[in-house]
């Protein structure tokens, strides 16, 4: 029996889907592990897998071989320790207010009475800076607040790991960095173990304390960088540029084969 | 706002125009003919109607009375429920139908113009429980439901009649009343509870009578205290004005059909018994069981029209009748000077 | 939203006049066309002596049960249709074979099974409603986006429960498109039963005050209570169903 370190761990794990035409091979052979506390990112690009890499990991996905265990669980379903920030803007629950959307996770789990719940989730709220919204819908916030509280729903929780796809992809430039700023300030104050997925090496940079590359068809990660860069980051950051080419010259890689 | 008024007023238009049509063909519908007579053959248009009352109609259909007394006659028989007789004659699409005398009155009340052209018949009517415990009006709880065939029918005025004698009230028992045709109610009280009750007609009245669990508690003559016309003939105005000649032959007929029926049974069994689907002999003993009287003289008119009167389901009683009666009825009831005659007074319900 | 209220009274008014003229012009038999004034009087004696009023209130408390029941049953017919494929569509079937019957039809079936009573009637209801409300009720679940699910079973939730706290409320727009057109062909099919079978019990709806007035020759009172009905479908349709809507779907921001 190989003890496990990490907090996840990856084993060999292969994602075959049967698709219209013929079988194909979304992840083949991917393996990492990660230890409690990290902020790994995923970087690669469209259709290389990464989102079906987190999928598994969130037990969305069937695992075609291989496998994937969390404190030494195997993965088999979705659940709250492995809870998912989507891409896109339609994740809230549109019937719920936002402290009723960041409420409803406690609530399944039973994580205390009315007002324990309620306290827990206007503090999440705060955290994100949405108090004066919480008994707003989604539909009169705007994308980035959505976001927020998607995070903040997320994090209520307490999972031990948060999983990413892509959250600011739809997001622009100016709100995207501000909500990164955000991310590292609450990964830093809570020591929350998070795997954020990105095609935009920049915020992989930026956010990534080990970057992981993938490469598609099959999908599989070439390589994982670590990033020595100190916080905070931006652009023009010593050794951020170097680290921008040698990521890119990974990705670049792919895009030749 | 202009377009809209202009489009508005074009509506308008059109919508008088569409209208003035529709009643114009309404009103035309009335007349079957032209106006001078002779000039086109007539038409007679009556609707068949199923039941032991509706004999002698039978009889004319199948004997084709109606063009033996007029050759060039055009006698359109059209098939619709019972319910819809009165409707129909209002339409303009009937010229003669067949009611029972209460119904006939609610429609003079309103203003038709037709009036009482021949009875049919007298029968026996009656109201029959398959409850033990009930033997008299009074003892009908709010949950018993008694059936009629509709609101104002003959046997709902009869009901209403016999709760003023007995209840003080002639709408006592209003609220147990459910509509339901002979058939469906005669089935529901000989085979279950839902009904306690069933103002029955003939041959209904006869087959629920048969078996051992349903008794008669209410007798029809009884209630209206004397006898009365059950199902009377009328006739519109524009038939009776516009095509005399055919408005003769219908009356000739139907006298023609009372009068096979009440001298020659057996025949007129023969002939009704196929529509009927009974047998012959089936259809003879119906014909002539006691009470029965097919006649084309009406009995109790008055009776029925001062008590819905005074029971509030009509506004206004005949001051002669010569306003509910056509020419031949009128002749055959007369009017006697200086008092009144048996046949005048049989038109009105026995002082008790 | 002015306009269109002004230009509707408008015509309505032009209707109410051209309806006066044609019926004092005694073109149509009064028996056939009455006036107005007889209708109004028809009306006030009828709201007057209650028996409007008992009529219609007595055929509301029909079509709620009636929609009550339905509903229930819709919700556990769909919920089931979503948790197992050969239930969803051993109902997708039902559906397609039951919705085109038109309830009014059943009505002689309904009579034969359950009798004299407020249950053929009820069942005649149900009918009408059930069928498109579970059609609603399972395109409204299919259409609900997979991410509202997989958010639920991320946190943990899984079977009746994801559907009722998340499938039902997401599909909820579909629910009460569904509810809307189950009530109008339930007020419909309510009305058309009364009038075909009679009365249900002592009381009666307005269906039955219809086929009342009618044997009694009151086309004024028949025309009196197709008023009442009009303004109950109205009432409900704008009012209530306006009311649900802008505390839900509007206030979710859920129109589609």
């Known amino acids: 029996m190989i003890k496990i370190a990490g907090l996840l761990y990856v084993n060999k794990i292969s994602k075959i889907f049967n698709g219209h035409q013929q079988p194909v091979t979304a992840l083949e052979d991917v393996s990492f592990e990660l230890d409690e506390g990290e902020l790994f990112c995923i970087l690669g690009p469209s259709g290389c897998g990464k989102s079906t890499l987190l999928r598994c990991i969130a037990g969305f996905e069937k695992l075609t071989s291989g496998e994937i265990m969390v404190e030494g669980q195997p993965v088999q379903k979705p659940g709250p320790d492995r809870t998912m920030v989507f891409q896109g803007f339609d994740q809230l629950l549109p019937w719920k207010t936002v402290l009723e959307n960041v409420e409803f996770p406690l609530r399944v789990k039973g994580a205390g009475d009315r007002a324990e719940i309620r306290e827990i989730a206007g503090q999440y709220i705060s955290l994100v800076g949405l108090t004066a919204f919480m008994h707003s819908y989604p539909h009169e916030l705007s994308g980035g607040m959505k976001q927020r509280v998607a995070i903040a729903r997320a994090l209520a929780l307490r999972p031990r790991v948060l999983l990413m796809d892509e959250p600011f992809a739809s997001l622009d430039a100016q709100t995207r960095t501000a909500l990164q700023g955000e991310l590292i300030t609450i990964w830093e104050k809570f020591k929350i173990t998070i795997i954020f997925i990105t095609h935009n090496i920049q915020e992989a940079i930026i956010l990534g304390s080990r970057i992981g590359v993938m490469s598609s068809q099959p999908g599989t990660i070439r390589e994982i960088v670590p990033n020595h860069l100190g916080r905070p980051r931006f652009v023009g950051y010593p050794g951020f540029d170097e680290m921008w080419a040698e990521l890119h010259a990974l990705l670049d890689f792919n895009r030749l084969g | 706002m202009i377009r809209s008024i202009k489009a508005t007023a074009v509506l308008v238009v059109v919508s008088v125009l569409l209208a003035s049509l529709g009643g114009g063909c309404a009103a035309n519908k009335d007349s079957g003919t032209a106006r001078t007579v002779g000039a086109t053959p007539a038409k007679v248009r009556i609707a068949i109607q199923f039941g032991l009352g509706y004999a002698p109609v039978q009889i004319v259909k199948e004997k084709k009375l109606i063009e033996k007394y007029l050759p060039q006659a055009q006698v359109e028989w059209k098939q619709m429920g019972g319910e819809m007789i009165r409707e129909a004659m209002l339409a303009g699409q009937l010229d003669v139908g067949f009611t029972g005398v209460a119904p006939f009155f609610v429609a003079w009340d309103k203003g038709a113009d037709w009036k009482i052209a021949t009875s049919l018949l007298s029968a026996p009517l009656g109201l029959q429980t398959n409850k033990k415990e009930i033997n008299s009006l009074k003892d009908f709880t709010k949950e018993d439901k008694i059936a009629t065939p509709y609101s104002g029918s003959i046997q709902h005025m009869l009901l209403a009649m016999a709760a003023e004698k007995e209840l003080g009230n002639p709408k006592a028992l209003d609220n147990n009343l459910i509509s339901m045709q002979h058939p469906d109610a005669a089935t529901a009280l000989m085979s279950g509870p839902a009904i306690s009750a069933h103002f029955a007609a003939p041959p209904y009245l006869f087959e629920e009578l048969e078996s051992k669990d349903i008794k008669q508690i209410l007798d029809g003559e009884e209630a209206f205290g004397g006898e009365f016309g059950f199902l009377v003939g009328s006739a519109t105005k524009s038939f009776h004005d516009n095509t005399p000649a055919a408005y003769a032959a219908f009356v000739m007929a139907i006298n023609e059909a009372i009068t096979l029926i009440n001298t020659n049974p057996k025949e007129a069994a023969q002939i009704l018994a196929p529509s009927f689907e009974m047998s012959p002999e089936k259809v003879e003993d119906y014909l002539t069981r006691p009470g029965t009287n097919y006649t084309s003289t009406p009995y109790g008119l ?51 | 939203m002015k306009e269109i209220f002004k230009k509707r009274l408008m015509f309505i008014l032009l209707l109410t006049a051209l309806w006066e003229t044609v019926a004092r012009s005694g073109l149509i038999k009064p028996q056939l066309f009455p006036s107005l004034v007889s209708i109004w009087q028809a009306f006030t004696a009828g709201m007057a002596n209650g028996e409007l009023v008992r009529n219609a209130v007595f055929s509301l408390y029909l079509i709620i049960l009636g929609l009550v029941i339905a509903m229930f049953l819709a919700v556990v017919c769909s919920t089931f249709s979503m948790l197992s494929r050969t239930f969803g569509n051993l109902v997708d079937t039902a559906v397609a074979v039951m919705d085109p019957l038109p309830a009014i039809a059943l009505l002689p079936v309904a009579l034969v099974w359950f009798g004299i009573g407020q249950g053929p009637i009820i069942f005649v209801i149900v009918h009408a409603t059930l069928w498109p409300m579970i059609l609603n009720a399972v395109t409204g679940f299919k259409a609900v986006p997979p991410i509202y699910r997989e958010v639920g079973e991320n946190i943990g939730l899984s079977g009746p429960r994801l559907v009722l706290s998340i499938m039902a409320p997401a599909a909820f727009p579909y629910l009460l498109s569904g509810l809307k057109i189950g009530w109008s062909r339930a007020w419909r099919a309510l009305i058309a039963a009364e009038m075909i079978f009679g009365t249900a019990g002592a009381h009666g709806g307005l269906g039955w005050y219809i086929y009342k007035q009618r044997y009694l020759m009151d086309i004024s009172g028949v025309f009196a209570a197709l008023i009442v009905i009009i303004i109950l479908g109205v009432l409900v349709e704008d009012l209530v169903f306006g009311f649900i809507e802008k505390k839900t779907i509007k206030r979710w921001g859920m129109t589609s």
């Open chain 2, 302 to 352: 008055m009776g029925f029209a001062e008590f819905m009167k005074k029971a509030g389901y009509i506004k206004k009683v005949p001051q002669d009748f010569d306003e509910i009666c056509w020419e031949n009825i009128y002749a055959a009831i007369g009017k006697k000077s200086g008092g009144q005659s048996p046949v005048e007074r049989a038109q009105y319900r026995e002082a008790k």
